[in-house]
């Protein structure tokens, strides 16, 4: 659904407890208990039919005959009972329901369709629902436990969700026991309407959440999800723990692209995407949570090691070495200090040994020496045990000095019952502590993956050094071809012709019925030729003895021709072979690549990259990706794998064209994006060598799609259907589009145009230059999420920016804000106008009912244009703006009307049929 009504679930003014009890041991009175001893401001209403009090709180009979409209309902009566109270929920206007009633979908049809009952009950209103089969909800900040779990934890800034209400109730009470707070706990159940997506996008708005943790067992709605999620992480880190990882789907797949992407790798790649790091075990997932909830995030992988005895700062090493990285070299200043305070004979590096007579004192001197060298982005402090120093005294003493430093601070007191009191000590002074140097590091490495997806995502992409044709009419053709096949199978030559349509180089082959006819064929092409079995059952020709590679005459095209159609009937008598097909031989590659595609059931379309051959299973050298791409994700996808090290060149071997392959990559991409039902795509092998890359074996399966294009894909894609032209007199064309990644040069160029005026006009402050930061944001956009037009000229290979206009929806997604801006010279063309216009149509398309911005009372022109579009205005004198506001509701408005109008065009590809420029005096 959406972030809708949910403040009233997570944030209510009063709650009904449907089933509240005071009888011992029952879920109805844990609820009670929790709510009141938890000290949830509100009004606490019972609900039984039974009772006239519970708790010495007046009950009633049902949620209709309360006084109030009762924000949330936390329903704990039989599953069976659940449909009709949520339809008293519903009459009584309540917010939201939390169901923790078990024995829905989990156990089997009967409990499914009650669930469906439930969903029906609910469906047409504003309604909101958690659960079924859920522990319940925690907010720290409402003082809310409506939840059956024990007593609200320490408040913090840390949201934790989940599907398992046994894993909630484990991560209560080991964050008791590490002093670990949290700001909401949420346990999602079976999800039957507020799922992960919407409650990411909920806590991501929420300015007491400064970091999520989740345990996911499965996703709904992945788009949504994959939205939320690439939203919220750019400013919030998202810690996952998937559980379930399965290979069933790889060996089901019928291709070498199906069985190298397997689920767990897909969800791996969804997670990077979505800027979610990824952790493998439950042990891993309480480290995180713990490091998030205590320290600050690191902004670099440079650590420094303190440890009384050398071994473990060997084995600290040791667990960096396996993320790739090394103690950070401590500056000359550093060492110098280090030796006034150290023993001559302690380690004088990182990991610095400050020996195992190291007192309290001597650990205090070095952590203070070492936290005052910037360039340092993380400290492990380590403890091991001997008698000369107590370990409990080393942990008083750093504990006080350690609280809100600059960087995290880690440590690790190793041992048993002696150590433990030293990680008590460090627990209750909020530090984050473990029991072993490598427990450590993981947790530094997670959190530091973290900052470093964030600085990679803040990478702009370089644009291609030509625009891609694509033959979308061709492609189309060859797709249906292959739907009207009961086995969705395109022959060699079909696929490889699909792959030409896009731009993708291929070794066209000839088919030849008979021996003859395959002779004529090789003189026409010359030799060395291939010879391969042509057949649409038969996928991997080698496994039947289906390829003779190297023929270099008359006789060997016949004898291959007769020895390849026998080895094929003798091992696939169920095939129905339609002769050979016959290609140029190859005779020099360095390189067998492999790429591919294959729709995957929840996240749609994944690519996959890799070495290929006929040892590519074996070798399994591969990586996976979601489309769309562009050439820094193409090229990212390339870096995942060992193949790609060697690919620029090693040793005696050329590199091959690098550009060409992300190239051919993008191609890849945008064909699985084109057309949904293209089920399958394996490109074996793909021949590179430093003159050419060539698709020498393909094959592509076909299978209807239940969601159309664009809409199968989890992330969107550039929406060219908003391209237009407009025409300016005096001025070149001039294109309106969405904005892309690549846009960030030419926004920069733009905002380096601007006159101080337009810019404190725009951004309310003076600035000198856009912060990287920005330049992302603006640029890298979520499709589904934000409109954000420009108006760019083309000269030559170059395009200019003139303008930009943008809609960013807000909260509720029923009002959103717009920002303008056009480069001074340009200023009273029109420019504006046309933008704006256009994003207000899109806008109306997302269902938004009211547009609004702040516009600077001596901002005159931008006030004229609100005059102009129907804006209305609003003065406000403290902030020295107006606020204009357009009420799509209003529909007597003509500008209302118009914007309708034109977004009918959009919907229907109207607006491109029209003459090709729009013109606009």
């Given amino acids: 659904m959406s972030v809708f009504n949910l403040n009233r679930l997570f944030a209510p003014e009063s709650v009904a407890v449907i089933g509240a009890s005071e009888k011992a041991g029952s879920v109805g009175a844990a609820v009670m208990q929790n709510l009141i001893a938890g000290g949830f401001r509100g009004d606490i209403y019972p609900v039984h039919p039974r009772y006239r009090s519970v708790y010495r709180r007046k009950a009633c009979a049902s949620i209709r005959k309360l006084d109030i409209r009762p924000d949330l309902a936390v ?24 169901i923790i009633s078990a024995g829905g979908k989990e156990t089997g049809e009967t409990g499914a369709a009650i669930e469906a009952r439930i969903k029906e009950a609910a469906s047409g209103s504003s309604l909101r629902i958690v659960g079924p089969n859920c522990l319940g909800i925690m907010c720290a900040g409402s003082h809310l436990n409506a939840s059956f779990a024990g007593p609200m934890p320490k408040s913090g800034n840390m949201a934790f969700i989940s599907q398992s209400g046994a894993i909630c109730t484990a991560i209560l009470d080991f964050a008791k026991k590490e002093h670990m707070g949290f700001s909401h706990f949420v346990s999602l159940g079976s999800m039957l309407d507020a799922d992960f997506g919407d409650v990411i996008d909920f806590l991501g708005n929420d300015p007491e959440v400064q970091s999520i943790v989740m345990y996911v067992e499965n996703l709904t709605r992945h788009r949504n999800f994959m939205s939320a999620a690439r939203a919220v992480s750019r400013v919030k880190p998202i810690i996952a723990f998937k559980a379930g990882r399965s290979t069933a789907g790889a ?32 042990e891993e997932l309480f480290d995180c949570a713990e490091f998030i909830a205590k320290q600050p995030r690191p902004v670099g992988n440079g650590i420094a090691i303190v440890t009384n005895s050398g071994g473990p700062g060997v084995m600290a090493t040791d667990a960096l070495s396996d993320y790739g990285v090394e103690p950070v070299t401590l500056k000359p200043e550093t060492l110098r200090q280090l030796n006034a305070v150290l023993p001559t004979c302690w380690s004088g590096a990182n990991p610095v040994d400050i020996l195992g007579d190291a007192s309290a004192e001597r650990y205090q001197k070095a952590v203070d020496i070492l936290l005052q060298d910037n360039s340092i982005n993380g400290l492990l402090i380590m403890f091991a045990p001997q008698s000369l120093t107590d370990p409990s005294m080393v942990a008083e003493r750093l504990a006080g000095s350690l609280i809100n430093r600059r960087i995290p601070v880690i440590t690790a007191w190793m041992g048993g019952t002696e150590a433990e009191k030293g990680r008590q000590i460090f627990n209750r002074a909020g530090i984050s502590t473990f029991d072993t140097p490598e427990r450590a590091v993981r947790a530094f490495m997670d959190l530091y ?36 096949r009961s086995s969705g199978l395109l022959t060699e030559i079909e696929s490889k012709k699909l792959l030409s349509s896009y731009g993708i180089p291929v070794n066209y082959p000839e088919i030849a019925s008979d021996a003859e006819h395959a002779v004529d064929l090789a003189q026409k092409i010359g030799f060395p030729v291939v010879l391969k079995i042509h057949s649409p059952e038969i996928t991997h020709k ?33 095939a129905s072979v339609l002769g050979v097909s016959i290609q140029k031989m190859i005779t020099r590659t360095d390189y067998e690549l492999i790429i591919g595609a294959k729709r995957d059931a929840d996240f749609g379309p994944v690519l996959l990259f890799g070495m290929g051959g006929v040892f590519t299973e074996i070798i399994c050298d591969r990586a996976v990706t979601l489309p769309p791409i562009n050439r ?48 399958e795509i394996d490109i074996n092998p793909l021949m590179a060598d430093a003159s050419e890359i060539i698709a020498a ?21 550039y929406p060219n259907q908003y391209e237009s032209q407009i025409a300016i007199e005096g001025e070149e064309p001039i294109l309106i589009r969405p904005i892309r990644p690549e846009d960030a040069p030419l926004l920069e160029a733009l905002f380096d145009t601007l006159s101080s005026k337009s810019i404190y006009f725009r951004f309310f402050s003076p600035m000198k230059k856009i912060p990287p930061q920005m330049l992302a944001r603006f640029t890298q956009i979520d499709y589904d999420r934000e409109v954000a037009l420009v108006a760019v000229q083309s000269f030559q290979d170059a395009e200019k920016m003139l303008g930009v206009a943008r809609i960013i929806p807000e909260y509720d997604g029923k009002n959103a804000e717009f920002a303008i801006i056009v480069g001074d010279r340009w200023h009273g063309k029109g420019i504006g106008a046309q933008l704006l216009k256009r994003c207000l149509a899109l806008a109306w398309m997302r269902n938004i009912e009211q547009v609004s911005g702040l516009v600077m009372t001596d901002n005159v022109n931008m006030l004229a244009l609100g005059r102009k579009l129907g804006f209305s205005s609003r003065m406000l004198p403290r902030q020295n703006a107006y606020e204009l506001s357009l009420d799509f509701r209003n529909h007597n408005s003509r500008t209302a009307a118009e914007i309708q109008s034109y977004a009918e065009e959009i919907r229907t590809g109207q607006h491109l049929q029209h003459t090709p420029y729009r013109r606009e005096s």
């Fill in 75 to 98: 329903i704990v009566t039989p599953i069976s009972t659940v449909p009709e109270i949520i339809k008293d929920c519903v009459a009584a206007e309540c917010g939201g329901a939390v």
């Fill in 251 to 282: 060996r089901a797949a019928a291709s070498h692209t199906g069985a190298m992407a397997g689920e767990d790798d897909v969800y791996n790649a969804a997670f990077k995407r979505a800027g979610i790091v990824r952790v493998k075990t439950f």
């Fill in 449 to 484: 993956k973290y900052w470093q997806n964030n600085q990679m995502l803040q990478e702009v992409p370089p644009t291609l050094p030509k625009k891609l044709d694509f033959d979308r009419d061709t492609a189309g053709a060859l797709v249906e071809k292959g739907l009207s």
């Fill in 542 to 574: 080698t496994d039947v003895g289906g390829v003779i590679l190297d023929i270099r005459d008359e006789a060997g095209v016949r004898a291959a021709f007769k020895k390849i159609t026998e080895a094929a009937a003798s091992a696939r008598p169920d």
């Fill in 632 to 679: 820094l994700l193409a090229r990212r996808l390339m870096e995942e794998t060992k193949i790609s090290r060697v690919l620029k060149g090693y040793r005696n071997l050329p590199g091959i064209d690098i550009n060409r392959l992300e190239e051919i990559l993008i191609r890849l991409s945008q064909l699985v994006t084109d057309f949904a039902d293209i089920f």
């Fill in 697 to 717: 074996d393909a094959r592509v399966a076909v299978k209807p799609s239940l969601v159309k294009a664009p809409l199968h894909l989890v992330i969107s894609p």
